[in-house]
């Protein structure tokens, strides 16, 4: 695969769609058809902020976004990113496991 083909996949992916809509209560952000909810301004730039700009897309409570802006400034967001890559890659590993137990156990079953 060129490279130039390389960029343009990886611009598609980055891109974000997002929807801002003020609501009688609150305001409503849309990031690629995932809704969130806020009450106020404040609360509006803080989730803006985790689910735009740092792309975490997940629904998180108000103590989750404020922990992560708060690491952000202190510095621990790095090892709270690296710890969760290590979650996810001794889960990755459990998955791949799993499946080769599988493969095996269908394979030994096909043969009997």
Not at 75 to 86: H, P
Not at 87 to 111: A, F, G
Request: no cysteine.
């Amino acid at each position: 695969m060129s490279k130039k083909v390389e960029k343009e996949q990886a611009k598609e992916q980055k891109r974000l769609a997002i929807l801002l809509r003020t609501m009688v209560n609150g305001y409503m952000l849309e990031v690629n058809n995932e809704g969130y909810m806020y009450f106020n301004a404040q609360s509006l730039l803080e989730g803006f902020m985790v689910h735009v700009g740092l792309e975490r897309l997940e629904s998180m409570t108000k103590e989750e976004i404020k922990d992560m802006l708060n690491s952000l400034k202190d510095g621990s967001a790095v090892k709270k990113l690296q710890a969760e890559v290590t979650s996810l890659k001794e889960l990755v590993d459990d998955q791949k496991k799993q499946i080769r137990d599988l493969k095996k156990t269908i394979k030994e079953l096909k043969e009997e």
